[in-house]
């Protein structure tokens, strides 16, 4: 088992920013491929950013290419997701996930662990 812990979510102003932190519990978390989703009111909950066990690759979702970067310290068992240049479309719910292998995963189904997320609410 896993836990996953999301902070940093909050409240900002359109162009803002904000660093969310998702720290997880167990001894091999660099084995584990870690991603952030959102969830909007009212609609599905869709994939952001994920990142590799070792944290040498990352990917993006179309909508937040270039504003998000995903990075994770293995040593603090801590992902991170910097949201720049925030939009009120960027509104919702962040959760953390984790898939027990290394290499990258883009679809919600393929992980098997998931935090309580942290909420992010962008003002314009």
């Known amino acids: 088992q896993v836990q996953l812990v999301e902070s940093g979510g909050g409240l900002v102003q359109a162009g803002g920013s904000l660093r969310l932190s998702c720290a997880a519990s167990?001894?091999?978390?660099?084995?584990?491929?870690m991603g952030w989703f959102r969830q909007a009111p009212g609609k599905e909950r869709d994939f952001v950013a994920a990142?590799?066990?070792?944290?040498?690759?990352?990917y993006y979702a179309d909508s937040v290419k270039g504003r998000f970067t995903i990075s994770r310290d293995n040593a603090k068992n801590t992902v991170f997701l910097q949201v720049n240049s925030l939009k009120p479309e960027d509104t919702g719910v962040y959760y953390c996930?984790?898939?027990?292998?290394?290499?990258?995963?883009?679809?919600?189904?393929?992980?098997?662990?998931w935090g309580q997320g942290t909420q992010v609410t962008v003002s314009s």
């Open positions: 990142v590799s066990g070792s944290g040498a690759y990352a």
């Open positions: 167990g001894r091999t978390f660099s084995t584990y491929a």
């Open positions: 996930a984790a898939r027990g292998t290394s290499g990258l995963r883009l679809r919600e189904y393929e992980y098997d662990y």
